[in-house]
């Protein structure tokens, strides 16, 4: 796919070389990243002594808070007046769905990420025991702002489900 992409914007006349070397340097720094994530993962958790509580005192403490928190007001401000009016009708037309949502998009892709690196202590079927059974408590105390952020990663949090579901995910379900 990499390929395709080299020769597309090999022939492209408008210069778009920037964006093939700036994808190249992010690709780079993913791997660095996964890289050092992978060996680093042991070390994350390795003072838990009860291990059932993990995943609830990581939702209660890291996800839920971030997910239902939102900063894209002060991300996009500056960005909006930098596009001409074909641009800025684009990004406000994709900035209606997704307002409040990134941390809760984060959220999710942070969850399935350390799952997919396999990290002890981090169980699967734990994660979505204590959603679920979060989810009456959630409803009654927040916002609807924040119930929408919510729901946004819920919803997140069910395609990776899916994926686990059908097979195409990789992360293992029960980690102790």
């Not at 660095?32 to 680093?40: A, D, G, Y």
């Not at 996800?63 to 939102?70: G, L």
């Not at 684009?90 to 892709?109: N, S």
Request: proline share 5%.
């Amino acid at each position: 796919m990499l390929e395709h992409i080299l020769i597309t914007v090999a022939a492209c006349p408008h210069g778009w070389c920037h964006l093939l070397a700036e994808m190249e340097l992010q690709l780079k720094n993913h791997n660095s990243v996964m890289s050092r994530l992978k060996k680093e993962k042991e070390s994350w958790l390795r003072n838990v002594t009860k291990r059932p509580n993990t995943m609830l005192e990581l939702l209660q403490q890291c996800i839920i808070p971030r997910a239902m928190s939102s900063h894209i007001g002060m991300i996009t401000a500056p960005l909006i007046w930098q596009y001409d009016c074909f641009h800025f009708s684009l990004l406000t037309l994709l900035l209606t769905d997704y307002p409040m949502v990134i941390d809760a998009l984060y959220c999710a892709k942070f969850m399935e990420s350390i799952w997919q690196l396999g990290t002890p202590h981090v169980s699967v079927l734990y994660f979505y025991s204590h959603i679920f059974g979060a989810v009456q408590a959630l409803i009654h105390l927040c916002t609807p702002n924040e119930i929408a952020r919510i729901g946004r990663f819920y919803k997140e949090m069910f395609k990776v489900a899916e994926r686990l579901a059908q097979g195409t995910g990789s992360a293992p379900v029960c980690r102790g």
